[in-house]
C-alpha cells in the first residue's frame, strides 16, 4: 500500500478525533463561506478549467488562525480554496482550529504533517511554530499564509495587500461626501500598516482634500485586535459620530462590530455611512441585515493561494520559498457585490492597470506617498535602432522578428509612462545627427554617453556600463594585452562614429586603424588576417567569441568603463520622465532583471543567428527618397480604419519619410477632407470610393472646393470594401424576410423596430455627417425607386454604441437592422449565416438624388456584392451598395511636392485578408495605441520583401 493511500485512511479513520481532543471549537462556528470570488480574477489568478485529479488524491491538512472557520474573513476565505481543491481536485482534506491563545499551533503542525501530504498554517503568528514542525518532518510540505519560513519544504504565500488597499481607498475617496474616512487596524505591526499605508495612499490618489483618522485595536504581543468585534463597534461608531462616512477595517473577526455600527449609525443618524470589508468578499459573507452597508470589500484572494498550493502540490511541483499574489495576478483586488460602486469601477480599473504597469507604485509603510510615474497619454515615441547590435536590438534569422534589451526596456518604460514605443530601423553611423535633429525621439543600441555627444543629444541617466575589451585572433601571440597592441605596428579594426573607434585612436592612432561600416566587418577582417584585433564593448565581444570560439579570444583586460544610456533629441520633455521610469526600475530590480536577462551567461544568442538588420540594404535611411520630409498624417475615427493608417504611415517611414503620430488627429470623412483641402493634414488612409467623393464638392472659406486642392490616390483596396444592412437572422428566417422594402410594407414587421413608439421603425446607421450617414437618409428617400422606405428611419450615434445595441439585440433574439462594412472587426461578432444575414433591397439607388444633397449624386450605388452563399444573405442576395475602393487621399500640393510618394502609394496594396485577422486581433486586445502599433510593426515585418519591393520600384 503506497504512503499516499496509508495517510488517507490515518485520516478519515482518525484525524477528526485527533483535532477534536486538541482543544477545536470548529464544531461550534458559523458556516465557512463558499461563495466564489469575481470570476475576472479567478480566471486570471487560476486556470480557467479544473485540472483532472491525480491518480492518487492529494492530502492536505489546514490549521487555522485565532478566530477559526466561520470568521467571514481570513480563515474563510482559506477555507474557501481547501474546500474547492476537494471538490475539484479530489483533495482529501481536514482542518482545525488553534485554542484561543493560539498555545497549541505546533501540536497541531505536528498531528497535521503525522498524515498529510500538504499542511497549511493560516497567518503569519504560525512563523515560529512552522519553523520548528517543518524542520522535524523534512518529508512533508508545508505553506504558511501572510508569513515566511525559510526552509526548503515551506512555500510562503504573501500578499501584496497594500496595492488591494490601494483601490478601496480610492473607491472611499472617490464616494466619501464629508471628506472624512477611517481606518481600523486590528493590530499594529508592519503587515497590517500594509494595509493602512496602501489605504490612505489611495484615498490621497482620488481625493486629496479627504482626511483620514487612524485607530488599531491593539499593540502587540496582543493579537486579540482580530478577534474583539464590540470593540471594533465602539471605534466604528467614534469615527462615525467625528463626521466620517466611510471606513475600512483589517482587523479580522473584529469587522463584524463595523457593520453592525455601519447600520446602526445610519438607522440613527438617517445619514447612511458605509463599510469596507476585507479579505474576502464580505458582502456575501456577513449577516444580510448590513449588506446595504458595505460599500465593498479588498480581496485578499486567500483562497486562490490554497487552491493553487495544493494543486501544486497534487501535479508534483510544489515550490518552496517566497510567492507572493498581488493585483497582476489578481492576488488582490475589490469586489463589486451590490452595485455601489459601479460607477466609479471605470476609474478603480484604470489604476488598478497603472498598478499592475507599475505607472504608480503604492507605498506599504504608513506615512508613505503613492510614486506616481509621469503619464504621456499614449504618445508614440520613434526609437532609432540598427536591429544588429547584440543585445540591444537584432533580428534573429529564424523569426525575423525584432528584439533584444532596447524593446523590453522600452516596453516596460512606456508600460510605465503610458506611451507607445515605435522601432524605426537606421544604420548607426547616422543615428546620433538624426536624432539630434530630431528625425527621431530617441535612439538605442548601448549609446555610451560622452561629453562629445552630449553637445548633439540629450542623454538619459545611465542603466548600465560596459567595459571595453580586445577582441583578437586565436591564440594570438602578437597582442595579449593593451601594452601589447600599443607596441605592435599592426593594424586594428574599427567601426565608425563609435567610442570603440575613438579608444582604438587613443591606444594607436589613427593612421593604424582601419575603419568598417559594422563590427561585423571588422571581426571578419581580423580572422582574414587583415587586422590584427578589434576593441569594442564586452557584450558585442561575448557574442563575436560565441559564434567565433574556435578563432577568436576576448581578452580578459578592461581598457575602460563606459555607462550606457538612450539619447534623446536636444530639449526633449521625454528625458525627464524616462528618468524617473528608469531609476524606478533600478529600485524595484526590474532593471536588474533585465540586465541579467541580456548581459548574462544565460544569453547565447551570437552574431550567427542574427540579420544584418539597417546594414542589409544597399541605401541606409538617411539616403532614402522621404529623407528631410516632414508628413502630418491624420486617420479615421473609427477602429477598424486604425491598422490600415498605422501600416501606411510605417511605410513611408521606412521610404525616409517622417510622419506624424495618426492617432493624434482623428477625423471623421467630412473633417478629414477639408483638413487635407487646408493644409492641417497632408494624408488619410481611411477614404471609401465612390461615396467620399461627394465631400470634394464642400466649399471652403475662400470659395474653392475641397477637390480643388485634395485627390484621391489609387491603392489599398480596390474593389474590396463591403457595405449593407445587417438584420437579425432568427427574426429574419422566422418571419421570410426578404427585402428591407418587404419590412417597410408590412407594419407588423417595422413595427417591431420602432423601439421609441415614434411610428417608424430603426435602421441602426451611422454617426451624423459620415458619409454613410448621407446616402442611408437617401436610400430611404428613394426606397424601391418608386416609393419610399417611409415607415423606417436611420438612427445615428457612435458606431460602436449602435453596433453594441445591435449585438445586444441579436443575443435577445430581437429584431434589427443594422448598417456596417467590412473589412472590419465587427463582422467576428454578427456573422452572417450565423446570427444576422445581409438585408436584401429591391432597388439600388440611383444618381437622382432625392433630398438634393450636395454631391447627392455621387451617392449612387450599384449592385454590390451579390456572390455570397444563401446561407449568409436573403434571398435574392442584392446589397444594394457599390464595392468601394479603400484609399488613400493627399493634399494635392504635398504630392506635387513629393513625386515619389505620388509613385508609391498607389503600389501599396495589403492583402485585405491581412487587414481583417489584424482588426479581429486588435479587437480581441487591449485597446491600446501600442497594440496598433505593434500589429502593424508585426506586419511590416511579415511583409518586409513586398514593402521593399513597392519602395524600390516607386524609386526606379
Not at 458559523?30 to 469575481?38: C, E, N, S
Not at 480566471?43 to 491538512?61: H, K, L
Not at 510614486?371 to 536590438?393: E, H, K, Q, S, W
Not at 434571398?875 to 511636392?897: E, H, K, R
Amino acid at each position: 500500500m503506497s504512503k499516499r493511500l496509508i495517510r488517507l485512511l490515518a485520516v478519515m479513520l482518525g484525524f477528526a478525533l485527533v483535532v477534536s481532543a486538541c482543544g477545536s471549537d470548529s464544531d461550534d462556528a458559523a458556516p465557512a463561506a463558499t461563495t466564489a470570488a469575481p470570476a475576472a480574477a479567478e480566471d486570471q489568478a487560476t486556470t480557467t478549467a479544473a485540472p483532472e485529479p491525480p491518480a492518487e488524491p492529494v492530502t492536505v491538512g489546514l490549521v487555522f488562525d485565532i478566530g477559526g472557520r466561520g470568521d467571514q474573513s481570513f480563515n474563510d476565505a482559506a477555507y474557501a480554496g481547501l474546500e474547492r481543491a476537494a471538490n475539484e481536485l479530489g483533495a482529501i482534506i481536514s482542518d482545525a482550529s488553534p485554542n484561543a491563545d493560539g498555545s497549541n499551533r505546533a501540536e497541531l503542525l505536528r498531528l497535521s504533517a503525522d498524515v498529510n501530504d500538504l499542511v497549511i498554517g493560516v497567518g503569519f503568528l504560525f512563523d515560529a511554530a512552522m519553523a520548528e514542525v517543518a524542520a522535524e518532518y523534512p518529508d512533508t510540505h508545508f505553506a504558511i499564509v501572510d508569513g515566511f519560513v525559510d526552509a526548503p519544504n515551506v512555500a510562503s504565500l504573501l500578499f501584496a495587500e497594500h496595492e488591494g488597499s490601494f483601490l478601496v481607498g480610492a473607491a472611499a475617496g472617490l464616494k466619501t461626501a464629508a471628506n472624512k474616512i477611517g481606518f481600523i487596524g486590528g493590530v499594529n505591526f508592519p503587515l497590517i500598516n500594509k494595509f493602512e499605508a496602501g489605504f490612505v495612499a489611495g484615498v490621497e490618489q482620488t481625493n486629496p482634500d479627504a482626511a483620514v483618522m487612524v485607530e488599531y485595536v491593539t499593540e502587540p504581543p496582543d493579537f486579540d485586535g482580530f478577534n474583539a468585534p464590540d470593540r471594533g463597534r465602539e471605534i466604528a461608531l467614534s469615527m462615525y459620530e467625528k463626521g466620517a462616512d466611510i471606513i475600512y477595517h483589517a482587523a479580522g473577526g473584529t469587522g463584524a462590530g463595523l457593520f453592525e455600527a455601519a447600520k446602526s449609525f445610519s438607522e440613527e443618524s438617517g445619514s447612511k455611512v458605509w463599510a469596507i470589508g476585507v479579505d474576502s468578499d464580505q458582502y456575501l459573507t456577513s449577516d444580510e441585515s448590513v449588506r446595504d452597508y458595505i460599500l465593498s470589500s479588498m480581496l485578499k484572494r486567500v483562497d486562490v493561494a490554497v487552491y493553487n498550493t495544493i494543486r501544486a502540490e497534487g501535479e508534483g511541483s510544489f515550490q518552496a520559498g517566497g510567492q507572493t499574489f498581488d493585483l497582476s495576478v489578481d492576488g488582490v483586488g475589490y469586489s463589486k457585490t451590490g452595485g455601489f460602486v459601479d460607477d466609479i469601477a471605470g476609474e478603480l480599473d484604470a489604476l488598478k492597470a497603472r498598478v499592475v504597469n507599475k505607472a504608480i507604485t503604492v507605498p506599504d509603510v504608513p506615512g508613505e506617498r503613492a510614486v506616481v510615474m509621469p503619464d504621456l497619454g499614449g504618445r508614440v515615441i520613434t526609437i532609432a535602432v540598427d536591429n544588429a547590435y547584440l543585445p540591444f536590438a537584432y533580428i534573429p534569422a529564424d523569426t525575423g522578428v525584432a528584439e533584444g534589451w532596447d524593446y523590453d526596456a522600452m516596453d516596460e518604460v512606456c508600460a510605465r509612462l503610458n506611451c507607445v514605443p515605435s522601432f524605426q530601423e537606421f544604420a548607426w553611423d547616422g543615428t546620433i545627427i538624426a536624432t539630434g535633429e530630431g528625425q527621431f525621439d530617441m535612439a538605442g543600441g548601448g549609446i555610451t554617453i560622452t561629453e562629445e555627444r552630449d553637445k548633439v543629444v540629450d542623454f538619459s541617466i545611465s542603466f548600465i556600463s560596459t567595459d571595453q575589451k580586445i577582441l583578437v585572433p586565436k591564440a594570438s601571440d602578437e597582442v595579449g594585452s593593451r601594452a601589447d597592441l600599443e607596441a605592435s605596428d599592426c593594424n586594428v579594426g574599427s567601426m565608425t562614429g563609435t567610442t570603440n573607434y575613438d579608444l582604438s585612436a587613443e591606444i594607436v592612432g589613427e593612421d593604424r586603424i582601419v575603419a568598417f561600416e559594422s563590427f561585423a566587418f571588422a571581426v571578419q577582417a581580423m580572422i582574414s588576417g587583415d587586422v590584427c584585433a578589434v576593441i569594442m564593448d564586452d557584450v558585442a565581444g561575448q557574442g563575436y567569441q560565441g559564434e567565433n570560439a574556435d578563432q577568436v579570444d576576448l581578452l580578459p583586460e578592461s581598457l575602460q568603463s563606459d555607462p550606457l544610456g538612450w539619447a534623446f533629441t536636444e530639449g526633449s520633455d521625454l528625458v525627464a520622465p524616462f528618468n524617473i521610469a528608469i531609476q524606478a526600475m533600478k529600485d524595484d530590480g526590474s532593471l536588474a532583471a533585465l540586465n541579467a536577462k541580456y548581459f548574462g551567461t544565460a544569453f547565447t544568442i551570437t552574431y550567427d543567428d542574427i540579420g544584418d538588420g539597417a546594414y542589409a540594404e544597399e541605401e541606409s535611411a538617411a539616403s532614402m527618397p522621404g529623407e528631410g520630409v516632414d508628413l502630418t498624417m491624420c486617420r479615421a475615427n473609427w477602429a477598424s480604419g486604425y491598422i490600415q493608417a498605422e501600416i501606411v504611415r510605417q511605410i513611408l517611414m521606412k521610404a525616409g519619410y517622417t510622419v506624424s503620430d495618426p492617432s493624434q488627429i482623428e477625423l471623421g470623412p467630412s473633417n478629414a477632407y477639408t483638413a487635407m483641402a487646408e493644409g492641417t493634414c497632408d494624408l488619410w488612409a481611411n477614404s471609401w470610393y465612390p461615396g467620399h467623393f461627394s465631400w470634394f464638392e464642400n466649399e471652403l472659406s475662400d470659395g474653392s472646393l475641397v477637390g480643388d486642392h485634395v485627390e484621391a490616390v489609387p491603392g489599398l483596396f480596390q474593389d474590396s470594401g463591403v457595405q449593407g444592412f445587417l438584420v437579425t437572422k432568427s427574426w429574419a428566417e422566422a418571419n421570410n424576410i426578404s427585402t428591407i422594402d418587404q419590412i417597410n410594407r408590412d407594419e407588423s414587421l417595422w413595427s417591431q423596430l420602432d423601439s421609441d413608439g415614434n411610428g417608424k421603425g430603426e435602421i441602426l446607421g451611422c454617426p451624423e455627417s459620415w458619409t454613410c450617414d448621407d446616402i442611408i437618409e437617401n436610400q430611404i428617400a428613394f426606397g424601391n425607386g418608386t416609393e419610399p422606405w417611409g415607415n423606417l428611419e436611420e438612427t445615428k450615434a457612435d458606431y460602436d454604441a449602435m453596433f453594441a445595441e445591435m449585438v445586444n439585440r441579436v443575443n435577445n433574439g430581437d429584431p434589427g437592422i443594422l448598417y456596417t462594412w467590412s473589412p472590419a472587426s465587427y463582422l467576428t461578432v454578427l456573422v452572417p449565416g450565423d446570427n444576422v444575414l445581409w438585408l436584401s433591397v429591391e432597388a439600388v439607388l440611383d444618381d437622382s438624388n432625392p433630398l438634393g444633397k450636395e454631391g447627392g449624386e455621387n451617392h449612387q450605388q450599384e449592385e454590390g456584392f451579390t456572390a455570397f452563399g444563401a446561407d449568409m444573405c436573403t434571398q435574392p442576395c442584392q446589397l444594394g451598395w457599390s464595392a468601394a475602393d479603400i484609399q488613400v487621399s493627399a493634399n494635392t500640393s504635398v504630392l506635387d511636392a513629393n513625386p515619389f510618394m505620388r509613385r508609391l502609394l498607389p503600389l501599396v496594396k495589403p492583402s485585405i485578408l491581412d487587414i481583417s485577422f489584424l482588426q479581429v486581433e486588435q479587437t480581441d486586445g487591449d485597446g491600446s495605441e501600442a497594440h496598433v502599433v505593434k500589429l502593424a510593426t508585426g506586419w511590416m515585418a511579415d511583409n518586409a520583401d513586398h514593402v521593399d519591393a513597392w519602395i524600390a520600384e516607386a524609386g526606379g
